[in-house]
């Protein structure tokens, strides 16, 4: 698993065209929110739990350290806009404040073709913008976003964009070890549950998440517990043990190796943005 920049400073865009043949190298996920629109082509898209086929017209937003992995089925141009929850504040309010709840965790939306040159027009106009890359665009690129926004708002549509393939070993798998992250969970155990080879079992998780089983359970395990460590007043230790780690040890070096600090120093930097972040969504 890698991690893309740890901060930016203001709103970024890119476009990016990928072929049939580009091959992820794995999966990854950024400290801020990522933006996901596909312009053209087909491509399948893990994250949060579940793989989605998306289609010229539809986007994806995916918050913080929200694992994701893609395949491209056809010939593809993608835009991406990564932000900041500060990037969508006016007046200390969130913007739109329904917006982050209705789009995420992960939730694919469509755009109908008909409204898709709307949208695509506020993209071309913050890919100039980020070439022009001077003092006015850390103005301009924040309102570019609330429009973006709020033609979201406008025109997008619930996408169809559920794969039947959410119904496959794998997911079913994923969806176990997100439900008994705590447990004692093994290849072997999971592979048999599936009803398959711990072999092929270990090829075809890594095939659809872009990373092996440990890894995705470790990743579960630490996800849960960054949460638990800014939401309660539980100790390191039991932390530890509410999320699966048998030595808080082991938990703690996983932990520092994901975030870059101690689970300490993480709640302690991070238990005010995190109230902060909270109350914004709940337009308090």
Same mark, same amino acid.
């Given at each position: ?7 930016? %400073?203001? =709103? ?9 043949? $580009?091959?992820?190298?794995?999966? !990854?996920? *950024? ?7 596909? #312009? ?13 086929? @998306? *289609?010229?017209? +539809? ?8 694992? *994701? &992995? ?12 990564? &932000?900041?929850?500060?990037?969508? @504040? ?6 739109? =404040? ?6 995420? =965790? ?24 980020? #070439?022009?890359? +001077? ?16 033609? &979201? +708002? ?13 119904? %496959? ?5 994923? !969806? ?13 155990? @999971? ?11 270990? #090829? ?9 089983? #440990? ?13 638990? @460590?800014?939401?309660?007043? *539980? ?30 120093? $993480? ?6 943005? $995190? ?10």
């Amino acid at each position: 698993m890698r991690v893309s920049d740890q901060n930016i %400073d203001r =709103p970024y865009v890119s476009s990016q065209a990928r072929s049939a043949n $580009y091959k992820m190298v794995d999966n !990854h996920y *950024h400290y801020y929110y990522e933006l996901y629109y596909l #312009k053209k082509g087909t491509c399948r898209f893990f994250t949060h739990e579940d793989q989605y086929t @998306l *289609h010229a017209g +539809d986007f994806i937003i995916l918050p913080p350290r929200e694992v *994701h &992995f893609n395949r491209y089925l056809s010939a593809c141009l993608r835009i991406n806009v990564y &932000f900041r929850l500060e990037d969508l @504040l006016e007046d200390n309010k969130l913007f739109l =404040p329904h917006a982050l709840t209705k789009y995420t =965790p992960s939730k694919v939306t469509h755009i109908p073709s008909g409204s898709q040159a709307i949208i695509e027009t506020t993209f071309n106009k913050m890919l100039a913008e980020e #070439k022009i890359n +001077d003092e006015e665009t850390y103005i301009m690129m924040p309102l570019l976003l609330k429009s973006l926004f709020i033609d &979201f +708002d406008r025109f997008g549509t619930e996408s169809s964009a559920e794969d039947a393939e959410n119904h %496959d070993e794998i997911v079913e798998a994923v !969806h176990y070890i997100t439900a008994h992250y705590n447990l004692s969970l093994t290849l072997d155990g @999971l592979a048999d549950r599936a009803n398959l080879s711990p072999t092929y079992f270990s #090829k075809k998780f890594h095939q659809t998440t872009g990373m092996g089983m #440990k890894e995705y359970l470790t990743y579960v395990r630490l996800n849960q517990a960054s949460k638990e @460590l800014l939401s309660t007043n *539980h100790t390191i230790t039991q932390i530890a043990m509410n999320s699966g780690f048998s030595n808080s040890n082991y938990f703690k070096d996983a932990f520092k190796k994901m975030y870059n600090v101690s689970p300490r120093q $993480y709640r302690a930097s991070r238990v005010t943005d $995190y109230k902060l972040e909270q109350a914004l969504k709940e337009g308090k």
